[in-house]
């Protein structure tokens, strides 16, 4: 993978809840699952400029769904993973799986703990 096109830590987060969500991908479902997978709080906004990050990395591409069959019904800006994006999420996910190999990283984590870094 060219310089540039490595994935941070919430990107990988976003395409993995895309590629889970199918086509029910947008915003507000974006946020839910990271929040529930993770635990972390996330914000809509990061969700949309990390979106458009990785559109323009080639990786994600949009479609305004039609307006929602209700009073005030808005469209949707649903997210899919390109070709590249598939890719890259495999990619990523392969290199992961390759580093953490061999490591015994079954950690208990004491409830009231997200597991997150001190930092």
Do not use: C, Q, W
């Not at 969500?21 to 972390?40: C, K, P, S």
């Not at 994600?60 to 005030?72: F, N, Q």
């Not at 997210?79 to 580093?99: K, P, V």
């Amino acid at each position: 993978m060219p310089k540039g096109r490595y994935l941070g830590e919430f990107e990988l987060y976003v395409l993995l809840a895309i590629e889970y969500l199918g086509d029910d991908a947008y915003g507000v479902t974006i946020r839910r699952r990271i929040e529930e997978r993770t635990g972390r709080s996330v914000s809509i906004g990061s969700v949309y400029a990390t979106g458009r990050r990785l559109v323009d990395k080639g990786l994600l591409s949009t479609e305004i769904s039609a307006p929602r069959p209700v009073r005030g019904g808005r469209a949707r800006k649903i997210f899919s993973l390109t070709r590249s994006g598939t890719a890259a999420l495999r990619h990523s996910t392969n290199m992961l799986s390759r580093m953490a190999e061999d490591l015994d990283l079954d950690v208990e984590i004491p409830s009231g703990e997200t597991g997150e870094l001190a930092g």
